[in-house]
Nanobody, 129 residues
Framework: QVHLVESGGGSVQAGGSLRLSCAAS????????MGWFRQAPGKEREGVAA????????YYCDSVKGRFTISQDNAKNTLYLQMNSLKPEDTAMYSC??????????????????????WGQGTQVTVSS
């Protein structure tokens, strides 16, 4: 079982930055990919960024490319999402997710919520204009 806890959300003005963290605990040694997702009120959950944990290769949805960066600290079992140049349309509940051990998918499936098995409770990001 994997337990994920996000932190770092908050309220910022457009153009500002936030860094989200996701602390992972449990058996993670054979988890091949993790991701960040967001869901705004009345909208479906959207894949924002994902990373292959073994090699660090990353993938992003088009709307955040060049503004968001996903990274990991394996020593701390922590996943990060650095968000720069934030826009009001980035406002959402952000959640991190991890795949069950041993699973592997090719992109663009990395940004599909159905490919993940463990989810954190989420952290709210609000961007005002």
């Amino acid at each position: 079982q994997v337990h994920l806890v996000e932190s770092g959300g908050g309220s910022v003005q457009a153009g500002g930055s936030l860094r989200l963290s996701c602390a992972a605990s449990g058996y993670m040694h054979n988890t091949h990919y993790m991701g960040w997702f967001r869901q705004a009120p009345g909208k479906e959950r959207e894949g924002v960024a994902a990373i292959y944990t073994g090699g660090g290769v990353t993938y992003y949805c088009d709307s955040v490319k060049g503004r968001f960066t996903i990274s990991q600290d394996n020593a701390k079992n922590t996943l990060y999402l650095q968000m720069n140049s934030l826009k009001p349309e980035d406002t959402a509940m952000y959640s991190c997710a991890a795949a069950r051990e041993g699973l592997w998918v090719a992109p663009p499936a990395l940004l599909s919520p159905g490919e993940y098995n463990y989810w954190g409770q989420g952290t709210q990001v609000t961007v005002s204009s």
